[in-house]
């Protein structure tokens, strides 16, 4: 769990020197240069100034939310292939811990046992511990350079979308985006072994908190693509984790034994 909680802590740290870093303060534009912005930033910018201006005559809130939509679709299979390992890991993980439980000597001999029979298990399951960061690793990218393109096209900052301006913090859109964030980790967290782990508990409040507190200094138009992401994991963990838990555990009952 420690290495899990380190492989969240160390992603969470690079998407904020991302974030924080790489021209971030400045508008960006077809004369932007530079790798990130040439080939990230830039082309979400055009799609969603396309969309706002040719098709919607200036709709930018909907623009956001058709390309954040659009984004999510894209990773779905990236997040089913997360999903999938996740669920293989915390399914089990009563084998694991009872493998902890049989060598817990910590000498060397008894560790290394530890390791093989811990090998074993995830070869007998098909699981692969690592499979589950990869996916996270690859969407990190995309969904910061659509931060960046929402942050840093001006043209945005100018419009609103139902009660808010797109430019200007909402606190509205803040409490929205916190609530949104807290359903979102508590049915991800549902019926999972780490659900009743205290660390895990923490980052269940920790989080919401977190991006709540982001969306009242930001853009509403960030709170925007934030809220809709959410709703959308919602719904993909509404429908597809939990018909995939249930498939899992109808699969490797056995498992569990």
């Given at each position: 769990m420690y290495k899990r909680l380190f492989v969240v802590v160390t992603l969470v740290a690079i998407a904020l020197f991302l974030s924080g870093c790489t021209q971030i303060n400045e508008p960006i534009t077809e004369n932007s240069e530079g790798f990130w912005n040439s080939f990230f930033v830039y082309p979400l910018s055009f799609l969603i100034t396309y969309i706002a201006e040719d098709i919607f005559n200036h709709g930018f809130g909907l623009a956001i939310i058709i390309v954040t939509l659009l984004l999510r679709t894209l990773i779905l299979p990236l997040n089913i292939k997360q999903l999938k390992s996740s669920q293989a890991m915390q399914m089990i993980q009563p084998e694991l811990q009872a493998l902890r439980e049989k060598y817990s000597?910590?000498?060397?001999?008894?560790?290394?046992?530890?390791?093989?029979e811990t090998m074993a298990l995830f070869q007998r399951h098909g699981v692969n511990p690592l499979a589950g960061c990869l996916p996270i690793i690859v969407q990190m990218p995309i969904l910061i350079?659509?931060?960046?393109?929402?942050?840093r096209t001006e043209a945005i900052e100018n419009?609103?979308?139902?009660?808010?301006?797109?430019?200007?913090?909402?606190?509205i859109m803040a409490a929205i985006t916190f609530t949104t964030t807290f359903i979102q980790q508590k049915l991800m967290m549902a019926g999972s072994p780490a659900a009743a782990n205290p660390q895990m508990q923490v980052?269940?409040?920790?989080?919401?908190?977190?991006?709540?507190?982001?969306a009242l200094f930001f853009p509403a138009a960030l709170a925007l693509y934030w809220v809709v992401g959410n709703l959308f994991m919602i719904a993909q963990t509404l429908l597809i984790?939990?018909?995939?838990?249930?498939?899992?555990?109808?699969?490797?009952?056995?498992?569990?034994?």
């Open positions: 000597s910590k000498d060397q001999q008894t560790q290394q046992k530890l390791q093989q350079a659509f931060y960046h393109a929402i942050v419009y609103t979308f139902l009660w808010f301006s797109l430019g200007e913090p909402s606190v980052m269940l409040y920790l989080m919401p908190v977190m991006i709540g507190a982001f984790r939990r018909p995939m838990m249930k498939q899992y555990e109808k699969d490797n009952g056995g498992s569990k034994k």
